[in-house]
């Protein structure tokens, strides 16, 4: 059966480490005992957080939506640390606002491509090695944007409902063979990438405090870690309610929101 993957048994690695969750969840993993490996675009700020923890942390940059670079990274990791991974957070993503009238393909084609396409360049770069020793742990950053449509979500949502929907079916084949697949789905989290949103943010959480959340979840075996409580709940009750009432409510909060 699977279980966490512990400190001693290898390394981490955090894609989109370079700000935001990432970032606080690469911080928080190094407080609990970790190596961690690091990867996102911005070789800068990787650069920064591995000085600040030399020998512990690994700035193994690179662009997730490059299946070659995410092999890469993977190599580049386990080589400086010595060690295979362990645990990976799969956490690079986009956002941006998007209804009907200001629809963009470029703009849903760029957040497919990073949070769904991107995910997975790094599972087929991750994944052999830990199926290959029965062991070890995997946790996909979703959204309670992937439960159901949400007004302005119209690329973020679909990508975050695919890697719920994926996170599910990985779980089935990898658990029988001792690999621990998780998902992770936070409401809003403060963000450079929520900064941008024009709309109250209800319930919205530091990075950091969204980080330990993690953490204390990736010490579990439970399948899904989502946070804060009341919006997983009203989402979560939205979805079970009749299509027709769902929608409804949900437009009423559209046109809220448009009026601000």
Known sequence: MPRPARPQEGIAWVTGASSGIGAAVARQLLADGWQVALTARNAAALQALADAHPGRAFACPGDVTDPAAML???ASAEQAAGRPIALALLNAGRWKLMGAEDFSFEAFRDQMEVNLLGTAACLAAVMPGLIARRAGQIGIVASVAGYIGLPMATGYGPTKAALINLAESLRIHLHPIGVLMQVINPGFVRTPMTDTNRFPMP??????????????GLRSTRFEIAFPA???????LLRALPTALSLALLARVAIGQAKR
């Open 72 to 74: 890469k990274a993977v």
């Open 203 to 216: 319930g919205i959480i530091a990075a950091d405090d969204a980080a330990t959340r993690i953490c204390r």
């Open 230 to 236: 009341p919006t997983v709940f009203g989402l979560k």
